[in-house]
């Protein structure tokens, strides 16, 4: 089985207030080309599709004729979206049954029933070439009771998912897991852990029974395994300034109880992001270089300054004239107080875009981190409410 492993395409995402609109359309382009080349079995979205819960009437507008122009692209191939945390399950899902008639599968939420969750609905045949498992994100605490009355009901439901997949898999065909999640693989240690402000769980979370998992979330594309079974694709545009590395879509072959064959297809944006210079300077020394950047580069721009005494009163009036002329797009300055430790410049060094592009949750962990106070039990509080209120939304 052949399939596009893409995700994290966060459409309507707006780059310090400029709009993004072309940028998704050639990414767009570029996607339907490799879909016409490749002619994959099936194209996966694993979650953040709107990088807004409630995108505007444009950005759904670009998202229906894309997905139709890749259908037609290759009309054998089977398209299957789930939701991601940016997403709202409901409003994703809103249209499920007429996105049917063209291949489309949109998974947004688990489909609930009252003796538990509809398996099968989240098992999608991909003609006779194989099986794709599609979960979309879920808090932990929302998963169902786990069978055994356990407390871990993540794990339980991916056993009992692969466990139904197995029974259907008769004729033993490779099996691809869809997750919205953050996993990692920790050799000897199966409980979460941190890295770089955001919890990962162990890969073993999973389960087994998969020949690969098409994961979300994780923007710089990484495979997860050593045996190349489970892989973050990455985000195939920029996102925030940190994400300045080449951005891709995956292309899997899969074979039952097989490693994976992948090839990594580049996505070359029509914008990249650049922090300039790479070390910080002194705010003058900035603008000077910014002066001298290249007037046919089309990047974002983010200039890097040290100071003991902030910046000054007409700092962004100076960068945006010295901008001028260029194809490029002044948007912010990333200071490094000297009067501050290392490690408080680690707590406290967000830029306002990635701010933004931070979930509710992640704001909170890195504010009760800066406090020196455990954050899970507030966290799942959290998790909790924002379940409901967005349950009470979708009534």
Known sequence: MKILHTSDWHLGHEHYNYRRQDEFEDFFCQLRRIVEDEKPDALLVSGDVYHSSVPAISTQTMYTE??????????????????????????LEVDRSLWGHFKVHVVGTLARTPEGVDLDRHIIPIADKGWVVAVPHVFKQNFPPAPDGGTDRQTAFFKVLLDRVAQLNTQQKPVVLMAHLAVAEKEGNTTPYDVGGMEFDDISTLGTGFDYAALGHIH??????????????????????????????????????????????????????????????????????????????????????KSANGLPPDCNERAINAAKGKKCRFCTFLLV???????????????????????????????????????????????FAIETINEEKAR
């Open 66 to 91: 894309a997905m139709l122009d890749l259908h037609l692209a290759c009309p054998q191939m089977t398209i299957v979206v789930t939701a991601g945390n940016h997403d709202s399950a409901s409003r």
């Open 337 to 383: 107080d000297e009067r501050d430790s290392a490690a408080r410049r680690q707590l406290i060094d967000v830029t306002p875009d990635e701010f933004k592009a931070m979930t509710p949750v992640e704001v909170a962990r890195r504010y009760l981190e800066g406090k020196g106070l455990p954050p899970e039990e507030y966290i799942e509080m959290l998790q």
């Open 220 to 305: 710089q594309p990484r495979t997860v395994t050593s045996d190349s079974r489970a892989r973050y694709c990455g985000a195939p545009l920029p996102i925030t300034f940190r994400e300045e590395y080449e951005h891709s879509v995956t292309m899997a072959e899969i074979d039952h109880e097989k490693p994976p064959k992948l090839r990594i297809i580049p996505i070359h944006p029509l914008r990249h992001v650049r922090t300039i210079p790479k070390e910080p300077v002194d705010f003058d020394k900035a603008i000077d270089i910014l002066k001298e950047h290249d007037p046919d580069d089309t990047a974002y721009i983010q200039l890097h300054v």
